[in-house]
């Protein structure tokens, strides 16, 4: 499933009719939602059936496709549902409960109530296309740029058609159902990620990437036009005027921030064929006030999000790690050595003296690797028959998947196979290991990758 995403151009009519139709939706779904207060026991089938009621009694309402309506019915119970399932799943703090929305910034439609019509006078050229809306709002048609092609999709294929207004314009969105996965070929590498702010990244090479800090570059410009909207007048077109430029500069940043995560996870994710990276709850690391502007400027939650979507789409092994002690444990003896976030060089009695990033990330590498035929972590609860998967982006670890065999479910299936090799009773060269493993070795044998883990060293081999 993909998201495919054009720039749409009408005339001022159309966009006070869409502007009208995303109206009528936070309409229907505040009204969901009061339906779903006053009635306990209300289901998603009832709301549903109460956005038909609401088309009958209201004929605005009645203007909007059917199954717009329906899909404003769908956004109310999700809302509900997710807090269902914090509920029951006892969530810290606030469980989000339900709440009327105030500002609406998209219309979506399923299936029908719009059509697809190519460009006549540029169709040749750049495969321009025109879409058109059938229902009673007035939107009609509107002109799509952008630079993928819709006409090599099906249209059966597309699933959901958005709406969505932005400070620079509106924009139409069309969910497409194809798979979008890539083969490549075996990297022979792998890698550890210890995320930061004084640098984005840090690997287990010792390479690092700087922080570009977007929000930090464009603060400036952001507080221009924040007091340019503090000296117009409450309610004056003026103030209006100056609230869309103050919400473009802002969108700017949150665009160059997301474009930089994902150039750069797409990078990361081609060149090696095992990732690992911190487990980290960002929501809870911005509660430190002192901190809190940074860490959203550096995009860690983007970054992580587009490692994992390349991970899957060119079929490369993804692992998160538990963050506890990757900074404070020593890479190569293994030793606690305690340090605070001002000390950034990691020294130890072993001898061992390396930038703190630089042996987080190696810690996480081998933290990874040593649980990788099970995909998880044991930090939680080392004495459970199973292992809890650590892996499902912005959850606890009470969502994740447990299992209740030792085994991990890629050695049951045959994906994977695991081997226990003992260097006493072979020599190491003798099948094609390095001589420095020493004592007992288990050897992962994955799809393209090969993982040994020993006691003195992990790493892995060609892939095959």
Not at 290 to 319: M, P
Not at 326 to 337: D, K, L, P, R
Not at 432 to 446: A, D, K, M, R
Request: hydrophobic share 35%; proline share 3%; with cysteine.
């Amino acid at each position: 499933m993909i998201i495919i995403e054009f720039k749409a151009y009408g005339n001022p009519h159309q966009y006070l009719a869409i502007d009208e139709a995303i109206r009528t939706v936070k309409f229907i779904r505040n009204s969901c939602i009061r339906l779903w207060i006053d009635n306990k026991g209300t289901g998603k089938y009832d709301l549903s059936k109460y956005s038909k009621v609401l088309a009958k009694e209201f004929s605005f309402a009645n203007e909007l496709n059917s199954t717009a309506r329906q899909a404003a019915a769908e956004r109310a119970w999700s809302s509900i549902s997710r807090f269902f399932e914090n509920c029951k799943k006892k969530v810290p703090g606030k469980k989000g409960f339900p709440k009327f929305q105030n500002h609406c910034r998209s219309v979506e439609y399923k299936q029908s109530g719009w059509k697809l019509s190519p460009d006549k006078k540029s169709f040749a050229k750049r495969r321009l296309c025109r879409i058109t809306f059938s229902d009673k709002k007035g939107i009609g048609k509107l002109k799509l740029k952008g630079t993928w092609d819709l006409w090599r999709f099906d249209k059966n294929q597309i699933k959901r058609v958005r709406i969505v207004k932005r400070a620079d314009g509106y924009y139409i969105q069309f969910c497409v159902s194809v798979d979008v996965k890539e083969q490549l070929e075996p990297a022979d590498a792998t890698l550890g990620l210890d995320v930061g702010l004084k640098e984005l990244y840090t690997d287990s090479r010792g390479n690092t990437e700087p922080n570009p800090r977007f929000y930090r570059a464009g603060e400036k410009r952001l507080k221009f036009y924040q007091r340019r909207v503090y000296r117009k007048k409450k309610g004056s077109s003026n103030r209006k005027k100056a609230i869309n430029k103050l919400a473009r500069q802002h969108l700017k940043i949150s665009r160059q921030r997301e474009e930089h995560a994902k150039r750069l996870a797409r990078c990361v994710i081609r060149s090696n064929d095992l990732v690992a990276y911190e487990d980290l709850r960002v929501k809870n690391l911005v509660k430190n006030h002192c901190l809190a502007k940074s860490i959203n400027d550096a995009g860690w939650y983007q970054f992580r999000k587009w490692l994992e979507h390349f991970g899957q789409k060119f079929g490369r092994v993804t692992v998160a790690v538990n963050p506890a002690y990757t900074s404070q444990n020593c890479s190569e003896c293994g030793e606690v050595v305690k340090k605070s976030l001002s000390t950034r060089t990691h020294v130890c009695e072993c001898g061992c003296e390396l930038d703190r990033d630089h042996n987080a990330a190696i810690n996480i590498l081998k933290r990874a690797l040593g649980t990788v035929g099970h995909t998880g972590t044991w930090i939680i609860d080392p004495n459970a028959s199973g292992d809890l998967t650590s892996t499902v982006l912005g959850s606890g670890q009470v969502q994740q998947v447990g299992s209740l065999s030792e085994e991990s479910p890629r050695l049951m299936t045959g994906e994977c196979q695991e081997i226990l090799f003992h260097t006493d009773n072979c020599p190491t060269t003798s099948v094609g290991l390095p001589e420095s493993i020493l004592g007992t070795c288990i050897v992962y044998i994955f799809p393209g990758i090969i993982v040994v883990v020993a006691q003195n060293t992990s790493f892995s081999l060609r892939g095959f």
